[in-house]
């Protein structure tokens, strides 16, 4: 999950809450006196603002190591999330195991399930590419190799690399 911070006036920031080491976790933890899986889960349903800022916080400390919790304190309109990479695919796995499940689900159902998904992702780019790529290639398989002539059936592959030896043998 990612955290986005935008002081009014400011810049974006975003802190990737999957990157917290745990003395961060613990420090989190400590200071709005919560159990780490509760922050978690504040964090993941984005609704909890003081699990936001807790975690906003401990990462923004990196590269503020004296910001003191009293100093980040943003207004209620200035924190909330997107989800990650990861998070983006694994949205677009589930739909696709549903419509494993249900044959008569078409491509166009798919992306009509996600259609939203792009807008809760960090990266929108990446999220509407992954969507085509994967309702395109459901299983995630490799795009079939064009018949060879080898009659043993290994694929085999053109180099766009120039050659830095002067003999094309293989040894």
Known sequence: MII????KGGEPESFDA????????SIASRTIDRPWAAIQAGVNEGDDLECLRAVAWVVKKRTQPSLRWSEFDPGIEELWTRLDKDEVVAQIEQALAVSAIN?????????NALKDLPYIAHDQEHAERMIEEMIRDPKGEPDPQPSSDDPTGTPTSESSEPSTSDSSATS
């Open 4 to 7: 986005i911070y935008k002081p």
């Open 18 to 25: 999957r990157t917290l080491r745990v003395s961060e976790a």
């Open 103 to 111: 044959k008569n689900v078409t491509p166009e159902d798919i992306r």
